[in-house]
């Protein structure tokens, strides 16, 4: 059974820092694209980054030199480094490998 673990978010100050992590049983997490994607009330779950499995990452046009995703392949474990947030980058962010979601991590930014 396959699990992923999200952990890292809260609540930050814009122009502030966070790092996301999501942490994945079951599966070799490295074998195989993950992806972050976000949901903000009301509005509908998008894309974040990605990382597939030979390393390439692609980001959204939003976040596109703010965040960066990582892979730690010894931790299996999957990143999200967030600088210069937004209020607007307020949401849960939510990491996905195939078919399997993690619960999400809560992302709050003051301004």
């Known amino acids: 059974q396959v699990r992923l673990v999200e952990s890292g978010g809260g609540l930050v100050q814009a122009g502030g820092s966070l790092r996301l992590s999501c942490v994945a049983s079951g599966r070799t997490i490295g074998s195989y694209t993950a992806t972050w994607y976000r949901q903000a009330p009301g509005k509908q779950r998008e894309f974040v980054a990605s990382?597939?499995?030979?390393?390439?990452?692609y980001y959204a046009d939003s976040v596109k030199g703010r965040f960066t995703i990582s892979r730690d392949d010894a931790k299996n474990t999957v990143f999200l480094q967030m600088s210069s947030l937004k209020p607007d980058d307020s949401a849960v962010y939510y990491c996905r490998s195939l078919t399997d979601w993690g619960p999400g991590t809560q992302v709050t930014v003051s301004s």
């Open positions: 990382i597939a499995a030979g390393g390439n990452t």
